[in-house]
């Protein structure tokens, strides 16, 4: 999956994570939320708290039921079983139109017709808004938007990210406490993709509009997020700030979700109260770990390094733990850079990474079908369980 480096959001202060504070009622409370179509269970016993002014977003891949619960939040549709609250009401008996939310469409959902002010006010003039409060309302928003100029304009005359921002202007535009985004940046081309994931914070930090984003992107999952919920087979597996998710996943399909990973399957040698030891025949190597695990001797476990947590060399390193030896496969250069497939003599392949710091780096650096040596800290890597 996507990239070997992420840049994470940072902009959240200790402060100001609610989450972490017993004494903060959510503002969203999902309980044992199940939805069946027939035999087929798309949301799963789901049980999970947003807070107020969260950015929250639901990752995972095609058919997980990340857009499914998405859509019973909206009241689009109806829960097989379980309880629903949005600012400590119960949605089970509000209709979609009575909710304190609005839905942003991946496909935008404009109106081809009308300019971009008539598709902004279009909901406020379903509700007979005044008009001059409707016209101070619209120019509000699309100066925050940065569509300032383009109100006359049609869709038709706009780009894909200048389509987006209308499409958000009008579900803001009423004032919802809370706003729904399923898949909103799919259609971008992704340089635009990643300009509008900033802008998109700004707008929900400057409005503090309680967010749930809905995406199958790992990488914006990360970018946008207070905090994520990955979701597999309708389940909510993990969910946690986007350092936690990256550094410190729970199983070895969030691992290898969530950036790119290398996980090397292993027996337990040795358990002590503060190390534990495994020995890995597909890495050829014995592995130690700087720190405690529940487990017994000779338990199959896993160790989930990620590339940039290696050290990339031609020489082999001292020690007797911590490395695997093969040779370069592929290498790829992106520039800030390089990607190497390495090839075991287990046939295992393991990705790492190495910065090109200096342009003459080249030089020095390994090439195909050199013989190399991945070393690790014993603090790098993550033991998985499941």
């Known amino acids: 999956m996507g990239v070997d480096r992420i840049e994470t959001k940072q902009t959240i202060a200790t402060g100001a994570k609610p989450w972490v504070d017993q004494a903060e009622a959510p503002f969203i409370r999902i309980s044992n ?17 947003i807070y107020r002014q969260e950015l929250f977003c639901l990752l995972g891949g095609s058919g997980c039921g ?28 509000i209709p979609a139109y009575e909710r304190p939310t609005n839905m942003m469409f991946q496909s935008y959902a ?24 409707i016209a101070e309302r619209v120019a509000e928003m699309l100066t925050l938007v940065q569509l300032d100029g383009f109100a006359k304009r049609k869709p038709g005359q706009l780009s894909g990210g200048q389509r987006q921002r209308v499409a958000l202007a009008r579900s803001l535009i009423k004032r919802p ?9 799919g259609a971008l081309d992704k340089k635009l993709r990643e300009e509008t994931q900033f802008e998109l914070v700004n707008i929900q930090e400057s409005l503090g509009v309680t967010f749930i984003v809905v995406t199958h992107d790992q990488e914006e999952a990360m970018t946008l997020s207070s905090r994520i919920g990955v979701m597999d087979r309708g389940e909510i597996v993990q969910v946690g700030e986007p350092h936690a998710i990256y550094e410190y996943p729970q199983s070895r399909f969030v691992a290898d979700f969530i950036g790119s990973v290398n996980i090397f399957e292993g027996r337990v040698t040795e358990d002590a109260e503060n190390f534990v030891r495994l020995h890995s025949q597909e890495g050829g190597c014995d592995i130690h770990v700087a720190h405690g695990v529940s487990c017994t001797e000779n338990q199959k476990m896993w160790l989930a390094v990620r590339p940039e947590k290696f050290s ?75």
Request: zero cysteines.
């Open 66 to 93: 990340k857009s499914t619960l998405l859509r019973m939040l909206a009241g689009f549709e109806t829960p097989s079983s379980g309880r629903i609250e949005i600012d400590g009401q119960d949605m089970a008996s």
């Open 33 to 49: 939320l199940t939805k069946n179509f027939g035999d087929f269970i798309a949301v799963d016993n789901v049980s999970l708290d």
């Open 110 to 133: 404009l109106f081809p017709h009308m300019s971009v002010e008539k598709n902004v006010a279009y909901g406020l003039v379903r509700d007979g808004v005044a008009k001059a409060e």
């Open 312 to 386: 990339l060399s031609k020489e082999q390193p001292a020690g007797k733990y911590n490395f695997v030896t093969g040779t370069v496969d592929e290498i790829a250069y992106l520039g800030n850079l390089s990607v190497y497939r390495i090839l075991l003599a287990s046939g295992k392949n393991v990705r790492a990474t190495r910065s090109n710091r200096d342009r003459h780096d080249a030089e020095a650096a390994p090439g195909w079908g050199d013989t190399v040596y991945l070393a690790w800290d014993d603090t790098a890597g993550v033991v998985l369980t499941q």
């Open 177 to 185: 406490k809370l706003l729904l985004l399923d898949e909103p940046l």
